[in-house]
C-alpha cells in the first residue's frame, strides 16, 4: 500500500505542483497543497502502517537473540532499540517538509528528504546505504523462505517416523522454486499492479508471528522447564567465551533488522492528510506503532526465550523446537513463505524502477530498452512484456539467489543486514537532518549529545557487523548443502 506511494513520479511533480499550489489550485478540494490527490490518511491508518512495516520475519529470530543476552540484558537491549527507533523516528517526522517542519515544501521519499537538509552527496550516500539495505533484504528473504519451505517436508517427516528421524530437505531447490516466482511477478512493470499481494503479505505476517508466540506459551503452559539464565548462554556449558562474545554481537544484528522501516517512513507520512501537521500525527503514530510491536517483540522473545532456554534456535518455526500440533507448524511456515514472496516485491522494486530510469536516461534511443509488448494472457487480460525487464530482473533475481545458496544462514546475514542498516538510515541520517534544519550550533549541548548518540550507535552496528560476518564464516566452512540450517 505505501510502496503505490512510493513508485509515484515524484521528481515530474515538484516545480509543476507548486506553481499549481502557486495558481490557486491549492484551494481546490480534490488537490493537497502540491496539486497532488488530496490525502486521506490518519493516525490510525499510520499507525497500522507501521506495525506492519515493521513486524516481519525478525520476529522469528528474537528467542535466540534474547537465550544469547539473558533475562536481564536482552529485554532492555531490546526497548533500547524501540525508544532509539522512536526518538529518530521522531526526528525524521519533522523532515517530511523543508525547511520549515509544518508549511515547508513536501519531500516525498526518504532520500528527497536528505538532499533537500544535506545535499547531494550525503544524497548519494544515503541512496547507496538504502540500495545496500534492499539488496541484502531480497537474499535475506530468499533463504528465510527456502528454509520455512523445507521445514515443511520435515515437519512432515518428524510427524511421519519420529523425531528423532534424518529428515533433509534440499535449500537449494527450494531456492530455484522461489526464485522461479519471483521471476514471473518481477515481469509486472511496478507495483501498483501487486497492491493486493502487500495487503496478503502483512495479514500472512501477523499470522506466523501469533502462532509462534501461541506455540511458545503453550510450551511454557505444558509444564517443560528450559534452562535459562541471568546472562543468557552460559560460558562453558552452552557456549566458548569466544562465541559468547560473538553471537551475544549478532543478537544486536537479528534485533536491529527487527526495527529497521526508516527506509518508509517519510512514504508513510505522505499518505497522511495536511490538517493536524503531518509531523505531528506522524510522531504519535511512530509511538503507538514502536510500542505496540515492542509490546509484540516483547511477548515473542521473552516468551521464546521461557520455552526454549539457553538452546533457543534461531528461528523458532524451522529449528523444531516445535514438533507438535505439526500442522500448525506448516501453517506457520506457509504464512511465512507467502508473506517473504510478497515482501520480495517490495524491496525489489524501487531497485527496479532505478535501475530502468537510469538506463533509459542513459541509452534515450535504444530500441531493446524501450521496446514493449502486451500480451494477452488467457485469465489475466493484456500483459505488458519488455525484452529490458526479462532480462534485467530475471538476472537480478538469479543473482540474489546464488548469493542466498552460497550464505544460507538466516540468523547471521539478517543480523548483518540490520547492523549494516540500522546506524546510517535509522540513526544518521535523521539526527543530521534534525540538526540541519534546527541549525544547531557546533558543540552546543543538543550537538554534542545527539553525536554521542550517533557515534554510540555506530559502534553497536559494527560490533553487530563484525559478529554476524564471524557467524557467516564459521557456518560457511561447516555448511552441508543439503540440509537446512
Known amino acids: 500500500m505505501v510502496t503505490e506511494r512510493h513508485q509515484q513520479p515524484a521528481a515530474a511533480g515538484k516545480v509543476a505542483a507548486f506553481n499549481l499550489a502557486e495558481a490557486g489550485f491549492g484551494d481546490r478540494p480534490d488537490l493537497d497543497d502540491d496539486g497532488r490527490e488530496r490525502r486521506t490518511g490518519t493516525l490510525v491508518t499510520a499507525s497500522a502502517h507501521i506495525i506492519t512495516a515493521v513486524i516481519g520475519s525478525g520476529v522469528l529470530s528474537l528467542?535466540?537473540?534474547?537465550?544469547?543476552?539473558?533475562?536481564?540484558?536482552?529485554?532492555?537491549?531490546?526497548?533500547?532499540?524501540?525508544?532509539?527507533?522512536?526518538?529518530?523516528?521522531?526526528?525524521?517526522?519533522?523532515?517530511?517538509?523543508?525547511?520549515?517542519?509544518?508549511?515547508?515544501?513536501?519531500?516525498?521519499?526518504?532520500?528527497?528528504?536528505?538532499?533537500?537538509?544535506?545535499?547531494?552527496?550525503?544524497?548519494?550516500?544515503?541512496?547507496?546505504?538504502?540500495?545496500?539495505?534492499?539488496?541484502?533484504?531480497?537474499?535475506?528473504?530468499?533463504?528465510?523462505?527456502?528454509?520455512?519451505?523445507?521445514?515443511?517436508?520435515?515437519?512432515?517427516?518428524?510427524?511421519?517416523?519420529?523425531?528423532?528421524?534424518?529428515?533433509?530437505a534440499s535449500n537449494t531447490t527450494n531456492m530455484i522454486i522461489f526464485a522461479g516466482i519471483q521471476i514471473l511477478l518481477s515481469q509486472l512493470p511496478n507495483f501498483h499492479k501487486l497492491w493486493w499481494l502487500s495487503i496478503v503479505a502483512a495479514v500472512m505476517s501477523l499470522a506466523y508471528s501469533s502462532?509462534?508466540?501461541?506455540?511458545?506459551?503453550?510450551?511454557?503452559?505444558?509444564?517443560?522447564?528450559?534452562?535459562?539464565?541471568?546472562?543468557?548462554?552460559?560460558?562453558?556449558?552452552?557456549?566458548?567465551?569466544?562465541?559468547?562474545?560473538?553471537?551475544?554481537?549478532?543478537?544486536?544484528?537479528?534485533?536491529?533488522?527487527a526495527y529497521s522501516y526508516s527506509n518508509v517512513l517519510i512514504e508513510i507520512q505522505d499518505t497522511l492528510r495536511s490538517s493536524p501537521p503531518e509531523n505531528a500525527v506522524m510522531k504519535k503514530a511512530s509511538f503507538i506503532g514502536v510500542s505496540t510491536t515492542t509490546m509484540f517483540y516483547m511477548l515473542c522473545g521473552v516468551l521464546g526465550y521461557a520455552a526454549f532456554g539457553n538452546q533457543a534456535p534461531g528461528n523458532f518455526l524451522t529449528g523444531f523446537g516445535f514438533y507438535d500440533p505439526f500442522w500448525l507448524i506448516d501453517v506457520g511456515n506457509v504464512c511465512i513463505a507467502v508473506h517473504l514472496i510478497g515482501a520480495y516485491q517490495v524491496f525489489c522494486q524501487p531497485i527496479y524502477q532505478f535501475v530502468e530510469a537510469w538506463a533509459r536516461d542513459r541509452w534515450p534511443d535504444s530500441g531493446f530498452l524501450n521496446a514493449e509488448r502486451v500480451v494477452r494472457v488467457p485469465l489475466a487480460g493484456d500483459f505488458p512484456l519488455s525484452p529490458f525487464r526479462l532480462v534485467w530482473r530475471t538476472a537480478y533475481v538469479v543473482l540474489t539467489s546464488l548469493v542466498a545458496m552460497i550464505f544460507p544462514f538466516f540468523n547471521d546475514f539478517l543480523g548483518l543486514i540490520g547492523a549494516v542498516s540500522f546506524w546510517p538510515l535509522t540513526v544518521y541520517f535523521p539526527v543530521q537532518m534534525y540538526m540541519a534544519q534546527a541549525k544547531t550550533r557546533r558543540f552546543s549541548p543538543t550537538w554534542t549529545w545527539m553525536n554521542v548518540l550517533s557515534f554510540s550507535c555506530l559502534v553497536v552496528s559494527l560490533l553487530a557487523a563484525a559478529g554476524s560476518v564471524q557467524g557467516l564464516i564459521k557456518d560457511l566452512k561447516g555448511y552441508k548443502p543439503f540440509k537446512v540450517s
Open 211 to 257: 502462532i509462534g508466540l501461541g506455540l511458545s506459551i503453550a510450551k511454557i503452559a505444558g509444564g517443560v522447564h528450559a534452562r535459562t539464565t541471568l546472562t543468557g548462554a552460559t560460558v562453558g556449558v552452552d557456549v566458548s567465551a569466544t562465541e559468547k562474545i560473538w553471537k551475544t554481537f549478532q543478537s544486536l544484528g537479528d534485533i536491529a533488522f
Open 63 to 168: 528467542a535466540w537473540a534474547i537465550a544469547q543476552l539473558g533475562w536481564v540484558i536482552g529485554p532492555v537491549v531490546l526497548v533500547a532499540f524501540s525508544v532509539i527507533t522512536w526518538f529518530c523516528s521522531s526526528l525524521l517526522a519533522d523532515c517530511y517538509r523543508a525547511p520549515d517542519p509544518v508549511h515547508g515544501k513536501r519531500n516525498y521519499t526518504y532520500g528527497q528528504a536528505v538532499r533537500a537538509y544535506l545535499g547531494v552527496s550525503k544524497y548519494r550516500l544515503c541512496s547507496l546505504a538504502q540500495y545496500i539495505n534492499l539488496v541484502g533484504v531480497t537474499i535475506g528473504y530468499t533463504i528465510t523462505t527456502a528454509i520455512s519451505m523445507g521445514a515443511i517436508k520435515r515437519s512432515n517427516c518428524f510427524h511421519r517416523n519420529g523425531h528423532s528421524a534424518d529428515c533433509e
